[in-house]
T-cell receptor
Framework: NAGVTQTPKFQVLKTGQSMTLQCAQD?????MYWYRQDPGMGLRLIYYSASEGTTDKGEVPNGYNVSRLNKREFSLRLESAAPSQTSVYFC????????????FGEGSRLTVL | GENVGLHLPTLSVQEGDNSIINCAYS??????FIWYKQESGKGPQFIIDIRSNMDKRQGQRVTVLLNKTVKHLSLQIAATQPGDSAVYFC?????????FGAGTTVTVRA
């Protein structure tokens, strides 16, 4: 059981380049999330998808787009990368119940030069 | 090795002592409050949560306390072990949206 799988694990981009971070979960979870983590700032919510077919903005959505491709997959796209988007990105998923247990991937470290 | 009342970014604890990690939350509408542990190079891992209509919940070596009057959440770890060294985050859930605090780095001294 792989849980939440993110690809790539590491990426270096030049300013203005685009890329997509992929996330897939095999736990049949309804909700999926993208967070970014910067030193001293904890995890900040970028976008989330409460269920297949829906997406909503989180705290820091500017510069990002998302696609809930199907129940398993939730991708995060940077259309024109900026140095301020250098961060570690985490994808997470949770069941349909009301509790707060998120299952996280191992993270994707992105550097924008 | 106790830390009561204030949120501090770091906490140093002697092995075997009890630890208390504090967190302030902001959203009165949050229905669940959660603690996560993050080890170096890994994603956060769920520890325990508490529903908003409760004030205490116990797990294995951990206890979470919720004070809605002052919007304060704490995590108590009994008999702290070297494996407890990590960054601890509190989070609050409002419907499907989960928001995290800045985190506390716990270092366990041998």
């Amino acid at each position: 059981n792989a849980g939440v799988t993110q690809t790539p694990k590491f990426q270096v981009l030049k300013t203005g380049q685009s890329m997509t971070l992929q996330c897939a979960q095999d736990m049949n979870h309804n909700s999926m999330y993208w967070y970014r983590q910067d030193p001293g700032m904890g995890l900040r919510l970028i976008y989330y998808s409460a269920s297949e077919g829906t997406t909503d903005k989180g705290e820091v959505p500017n510069g990002y787009n998302v696609s809930r491709l199907n129940k398993r997959e939730f991708s995060l796209r940077l259309e024109s990368a900026a140095p301020s988007q250098t961060s570690v990105y985490f994808c997470a998923s949770k069941t349909h119940d009301k509790t707060g247990e998120l299952f996280f991937g191992e993270g994707s470290r992105l550097t924008v030069l | 090795g106790e830390n009561v009342g204030l949120h501090l970014p770091t906490l140093s604890v002697q092995e075997g002592d009890n630890s208390i990690i504090n967190c302030a939350y902001s959203n009165s509408a949050s229905d669940y409050f959660i603690w996560y542990k993050q080890e170096s190079g890994k994603g956060p891992q769920f520890i325990i949560d508490i529903r908003s209509n409760m004030d205490k919940r116990q797990g294995q070596r951990v206890t979470v306390l919720l004070n809605k009057t002052v919007k304060h959440l704490s995590l108590q770890i009994a008999a702290t072990q070297p494996g407890d060294s990590a960054v601890y985050f509190c989070a609050e859930k409002d419907d499907y949206k989960l928001s995290f605090g800045a985190g506390t780095t716990v270092t366990v001294r041998a």
